[in-house]
């Protein structure tokens, strides 16, 4: 069998032409499929934002139930140190540095870091008073809303979230 190069070129660009002829033609995308894309993205995003901040109003919740019971465990300690209470006046900061009236040896404190009384996770300051209303003494936070006397308090007499 015998081939001139001639139909060898002839027969090889009739495969090219065949083989371009089928590719598909489209360069892009059209506007409804991009659309399409981004909404289903957008709505995902918008899911995972709704989960995420379910979750993170929990851990503040947490934190704060956590806080509340390390402070009033600290009381307990300097209670039992000095044979008294912190009174509502003294508050907190009776756990971080003696109070006047009270000797520095039976002081066994700092009970807790000064950081610890500081601020619960809405940027409002831990409470204590003594005597309280559910307790010999109540520490609390006022919780989300910021308000004190509301549902969502969060103090040492609850425990659960």
């Known amino acids: 069998m015998c081939y001139n190069v001639y139909s060898f070129q002839q027969h090889n660009t009739k495969m090219k032409d065949n083989y371009r002829s089928r ?4 360069g892009g995308f059209t506007l409804i499929e991009v659309m399409i894309v981004l909404f289903i993205i957008v709505m995902i995003m918008g899911t995972a ?5 379910g979750q ?19 009381v307990d300690r300097y209670d039992v140190d000095t044979g008294r209470l912190p009174t509502t006046a003294e ?9 006047p009236g009270v000797s520095e040896g039976k002081w066994g404190g700092p009970y807790i870091k000064d950081s610890a009384t500081s601020v619960d996770p809405w940027g409002n ?17 006022y919780g989300p809303d910021g308000m004190d006397g509301t549902d ?9 979230l």
């Open 49 to 53: 934002v709704v989960a995420v901040q």
């Open 23 to 26: 590719k598909p033609q489209r």
């Open 125 to 141: 300051e831990y409470q204590y008073v003594s005597p309280g209303k559910h307790g010999t003494f109540d520490v609390w936070s």
């Open 152 to 160: 969502d308090d969060i103090g040492n007499w609850k425990n659960d």
């Open 56 to 74: 993170r109003n929990k851990a503040q919740r947490q934190t704060a139930l956590a806080y509340v019971k390390m402070l009033a465990n600290a």
């Open 91 to 99: 508050g907190l900061a009776a756990l971080v540095t003696c109070p």
